[in-house]
């Protein structure tokens, strides 16, 4: 075959054969930067190249494929794509077939994480307004983490420093590789179910590939359904999941999730201490008040005693006085009526000279005078009598007062009882003669 003269179509197909049945350049990944990249609006087929720092590839992609990739290629992104190797038989170029195409790295998951968060996001996922407040004074948190690492001690160790009345309930999930997701989904579910106060998730930091699982939908859809609240803490502050986006608190880290789920104890001591001392300054300003109060109604109790006792011997004084008054106005009304009588028995007998017809009218007009006087004088009695009636102590004891005596002395406060004697109540009709048996005053 070494004195063969070929042609350039027979030398270009045979290497094109060649590279036909190797298979190891069947469906090969090849990471590169994209270059020279241009998509025709007819075919829709793109073009680029692929390089690296010590070489290129020129690379076709076809309308059939190109439909699939989830974003839009620019210059200078770097792409890992599926293809064929082969050769453009018209050019004799080596090229490679790309039937997929993703971004490579950080560029990958961004899309990925892009493409979940569009979808959850209409559903309410992360909706404000369905994120449950997480409980002030918990007394049972829920943690869902590996077990034996190093987010689990964190978390522990903070809580107990923070807030030791809360108990753990420790539920343990893969939280790394293919068997993560599936883990974590049954961990959050039996965590709802302890009726714990809050649940912790938790991861500590790691690659974006380490922490990927949790950016799932199902992982997402098991916070979203929880019925207790969520505060994750997954890698570190940088890192940024779709269940921290769902979850009702998204913590930095573990230890700042332990954090937000416990109040500190030295804060809860230092207001407690200061919410006594603001309930001893409002009772003792109330108390003061009260005393002073009771002071003032003791003075005016003790002033209406004495005023009682006074009021008490001016009505036995008025009640003398109207006995007293009573007996002299009989005599002296008594004695009026008898100087009148004999005005007007003279009155009379001057007239006995007049005619018997003037006799008659004057005796009349007499009568009528004497009946007139004894009927004014007879209202002013009653009058006085009804207004000293109604100063008697007796009406008042009447209306069902009472008055209550020890050795001769009115009771006017249940501090004056010596409740070894006895005591006098008089009332209206009658006294009674009592044994206190105790007392208690009022207010």
Known sequence: MTNTIWSITQLVGYVKNKLTFDSNLRNVKVQGELGN??????????????????????????????????????????????????????RGELQLVVTEMKLAGQGMFYIQFEKTRKKLEPLGYFDESRKKKICEYPTSIAVV??????????????????????KLNEVYAVVQGKEAIESVVNAL??????????IILARGGGSVDDLWCFNDEKIARAIYECRTPVITGIGHEIDVTIADLVADVRAATPTAAATFATPDQQEVRNRIGNYQNLMKTVLENNLSSLYQN???MNMKLDAFAERFSQQKIKLDNYRNIIYLAMSK???????????????????????????????????????????????????????????????SPLKT??????????????????????????????????TIDCKPLGGHENG
């Open 397 to 430: 004891l009447q209306r069902g007062y009472s008055v209550t005596r020890q050795a001769d002395r009115v009771i006017r406060s249940v501090r004056d009882v010596d409740y070894e004697r006895n005591v006098t109540v008089t009332l209206a009709d009658g």
């Open 294 to 296: 009771l002071d003032y």
């Open 37 to 90: 990249f241009s998509s025709y609006r007819g075919s829709g087929h793109w073009y680029f190249t692929l390089k690296d720092a010590g070489a290129s590839i020129k690379c076709a992609m076809f309308k059939g494929y190109n439909n699939a990739v989830e974003f839009n290629p620019e210059e200078g992104d770097t792409v890992i794509v599926t293809g064929t190797v082969n050769v453009y038989e018209n």
């Open 145 to 166: 983490t590996g077990a034996n690492t190093a987010a689990l001690q964190d978390i522990r160790i903070t809580v107990s420093r923070r807030w030791p009345l809360a």
């Open 329 to 391: 106005n009989v005599d002296r009304y008594t004695d009026e009526i008898a100087r009148e009588c004999e005005y007007m028995q003279k009155a009379i007998e001057n007239r006995t000279q007049r005619n018997s017809a003037d006799l008659a009218t004057d005796r009349k007009m007499l009568a009528g005078s004497a009946r007139s006087f004894l009927d004014r004088k007879k209202c002013e009695f009653v009058n006085s009598i009804n207004l000293l009636d109604s100063l």
């Open 189 to 198: 579910k039996k965590a709802d179910e302890t009726n714990s106060d809050t």
